[in-house]
């Protein structure tokens, strides 16, 4: 396999849940700040421009949570082998895509992103982060009152999914200090030996 790249949050779900599998890939870095997804070589491969992207022979897949999927049906490793179990893992992958990734991408970009790239944060992407989170977040709260990773007592690939972006809100000043549950399992992920592994940009 080969994993196009770049050590931000959505490419870190795949080498996050590569090191966690121990599956062998290539790594194939994709520089953001310099424009390289934007090139005709790699729009060829993902037409929206973005990393991640997995290529497994003749398989061409975009989309961290569709590659976080594949991956769980091609180990059969962190990832349910029942109809239900599945579900559930997509349900708060669904959820992490739709409705914490817009508000992550809000703060993240608007004040981190535009110091790689040298340019102006938007005050109004960022205020409309700061509001949207607080209710997604108390739905990790309730969530992990359930057990120590988000489908309960076992580790998967959805914990894979949401540690970048978790990790990533905190960086752009967010604080969980009202959710000690959500604080909590954000350190137990990043604690982890295949976390230390994911290549990480200075300071993230
Ligand atoms: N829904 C996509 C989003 C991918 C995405 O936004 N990737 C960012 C890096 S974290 C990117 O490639 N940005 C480049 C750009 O916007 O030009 C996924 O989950 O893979």
């Known amino acids: 396999m080969k994993l196009y790249h770049f050590p931000s949050p959505n490419p870190q779900k795949i080498t996050f849940a590569l090191a966690e599998l121990g599956l062998e890939c290539e790594l194939i870095a994709v520089d953001l700040r310099n424009g390289e997804q934007r090139r005709p070589q790699f729009l060829a491969m993902n037409p929206f421009g ?14 961290s949570h569709a590659i976080l999927c594949y991956l769980g049906d091609k180990s059969g490793k962190l990832w349910s082998t029942t109809a239900a179990g599945r579900a559930d893992a997509l349900r708060w992958l669904f959820f992490l895509a739709a409705h914490i990734s817009p508000s992550a991408t809000d703060l993240a970009f608007n004040r981190i992103a535009v110091r790689l790239l040298g340019i102006a944060g938007d005050e109004e992407a960022i205020a409309r982060g700061e509001k949207a989170l607080p209710g ?6 309730s969530q992990l009152a359930n057990g120590k990773w988000m489908l309960g007592n076992e580790f998967s690939l959805v914990d894979c999914g949401y540690t970048p972006v978790l990790n990533v809100i905190e960086k752009a000043g967010f604080s969980y200090r009202s959710f000690p549950k959500v604080q909590g399992y954000l350190d137990a992920c990043r604690s982890r030996p295949a976390w230390q592994k994911t290549p990480k940009l200075p300071g993230l």
């Open 50 to 63: 973005r990393v991640p992207v997995l290529v497994d022979g003749d398989l061409t897949l975009w989309d």
């Open 136 to 141: 997604v977040i108390g739905i990790l709260e």
